[in-house]
């Protein structure tokens, strides 16, 4: 590896509202290494990472770029010197199409689109990124959509690219395939910062790690001089390694079934789901894994009311002993389910609204309001409420949603969910994109609920969240659930293979 730096930061600090996120900070980047930034949510990283990326403006300190002293006015301009950023929440225009969105800004006066999309899907092969390059980018999911945003970053030749939570969408073939592209653009010489929360993977694919925790740089290193609860207590300050998945679930442990309050019968959407067939049960969590594409997120879609089933032979679903066929998710608000979705930015809060009318736009569509207008002492109400409970961290309530930390906002989206008094609870991927303090804390909030009676489901990728939560494991593949696994027998070989077989 090259000892030369490629980046320097010197006491570099940034502050919103006279609030610093980032303070005092000396960081560098050496050439062709890959270099993990770690912390929880709201430490600095993403605001750190934005400062080299031309984002934001450093209030006080000094970068330099290959010996230089930069200061870059925005995105644009950090890209022409050589330093592309992909965003945790992706930064594509949805109408137009995947080729469309890799070479925007290199378009010739006139362009073939056919010659275009021949290029885009030749280098999307080179990456073993499975994308159609005609398709609109509104038309992906998550994953793919990530996809993307690494092709167009790679596809620029940036001398440094920085990732921000890279891997959080993608399937473990999906990140198989990503970190063999990493460690391939380290051999050519780019230098690569990438922000994750997933633990093992910086301990495993970084040559260096840096720590921030409330915004100050509290540790820096080799890779090999950390293990898993060194970074932890360097994060969070304290150990949380028996606190986080490394629970093993006995029969004891397990929550005793509760009263069944949703029968689903050989439900059908299209091609995705195919005669699903389940029951979820009061007073439990229910794990739910299956690979990208196995319908497991679908299937809840329907149920609460997002997608329609099919017209003809669709199934039946059976929600508190009567029949329901949801055309909008309103009606399943008002019947008590509700979905939180594993797209926060763009399906699961008012970005622009405050935390206070966040949290009480919820209570509005339940119908849960005891006014007929808005009023303001109620929405402080409910807002400090569940501002408190869920230890959601800002200046104050009147903050924007946007402001806040990754963590922070998936807290404002579940407690939206939750103002609505739900009887049957829907998480998809409550964790995704969160660090490992928050991540404890959104688990015993999950807890608390299962135990407090209510109906839990938990749609999950990663399989020791699902092993560590549910009281029951479903398994999803091609559409429908194919097996059903006790967590105290449960190992995450056997719930791969019902997974892939």
């Not at 280098?123 to 996809?147: I, Y």
């Not at 919820?362 to 408190?388: C, D, N, P, R």
């Amino acid at each position: 590896m090259n000892m030369q730096p490629v980046i320097e930061m010197r006491n570099v600090t940034k502050a919103y509202r006279g609030v610093p996120a980032v303070r005092n900070v000396s960081f560098t980047l050496l050439k062709g290494e890959i270099h993990a930034l770690l912390g929880e949510n709201g430490a600095g990283k993403s605001t750190l990472t934005k400062i080299m990326a031309g984002v934001v403006e450093a209030s006080e300190g000094e970068m330099l770029h290959n010996g230089e002293r930069v200061n870059f006015a925005s995105p644009f301009e950090a890209l022409q010197n050589g330093i592309a950023m992909v965003f945790q929440e992706t930064s594509l225009v949805p109408s137009m199409t995947v080729a469309q969105n890799i070479y925007l800004g290199e378009e010739k006066f006139l362009n073939r689109l056919r010659g275009i999309y021949i290029a885009a899907q030749q280098f999307l092969q080179s990456l073993n990124f499975t994308v159609d390059p005609t398709a609109t980018v509104a038309s992906l999911g998550a994953a793919k959509r990530q996809m993307v945003e690494i092709a167009r970053a790679v596809h620029h030749k940036a001398d440094v690219i920085i990732f921000d939570e890279p891997t959080a969408t993608l399937t473990p073939e999906e990140k198989r395939h990503f970190f063999a592209l990493m460690k391939r653009l380290k051999a050519s010489g780019v230098s690569i910062i990438f922000i994750t929360h997933a633990l093992e993977e910086a301990l495993g694919h970084a040559d260096r790690i840096s720590i921030l925790r409330d915004g100050e740089l509290v540790d820096s290193g080799a890779s090999a001089d950390f293990d898993r609860d060194k970074v932890v207590r360097a994060m969070v300050g304290r150990s949380l390694t028996g606190e986080i998945y490394n629970r093993r679930r006995t029969t004891a442990d397990l929550r005793k079934r509760g009263r069944q309050i949703l029968s689903v019968r050989d439900v059908s959407m299209g091609s995705m789901v195919r005669n699903n067939s389940f029951s979820i049960f009061e007073n439990q969590i229910t794990g739910i894994f299956g690979l990208v594409g196995s319908g497991r997120t679908e299937t809840f879609k329907v149920i609460a009311g997002i997608y329609k089933r099919d017209f003809l032979r669709g199934g039946e679903v059976v929600f508190n002993d009567k029949p329901v066929r949801y055309n909008v998710p309103v009606h399943a608000v008002r019947d008590g389910i509700i979905y939180v979705t594993e797209d926060r930015k763009l399906e699961g809060f008012f970005e622009t609204m405050s935390i206070a009318e966040n949290f009480h736009s919820g209570a509005l569509a339940a119908g849960l309001t005891k006014s007929t207008f808005v009023s303001y002492a109620e929405m402080q109400e409910i807002s400090a409420q569940w501002t408190k409970r869920l230890n959601v961290k800002a200046i104050n309530d009147n903050a924007r949603v946007v402001e806040l930390s990754g963590g922070n906002q998936q807290k404002v989206v579940i407690g939206k969910g939750l103002a609505q008094k739900p009887k049957l609870v829907i998480f998809d991927e409550p964790t995704r994109g969160v660090d490992v303090g928050a991540i404890a804390e959104i688990h015993r909030f999950i807890n608390e609920l299962a135990d407090q009676g209510l109906a839990v489901v938990v749609i999950s990728s990663y399989l020791p969240e699902i092993m560590n939560l549910s009281d029951r494991i479903l398994v999803c593949r091609q559409g429908r659930v194919v097996e059903e696994i006790s967590p105290a027998e449960a190992t995450e070989e056997k719930i791969m293979f019902a997974a892939v077989h």
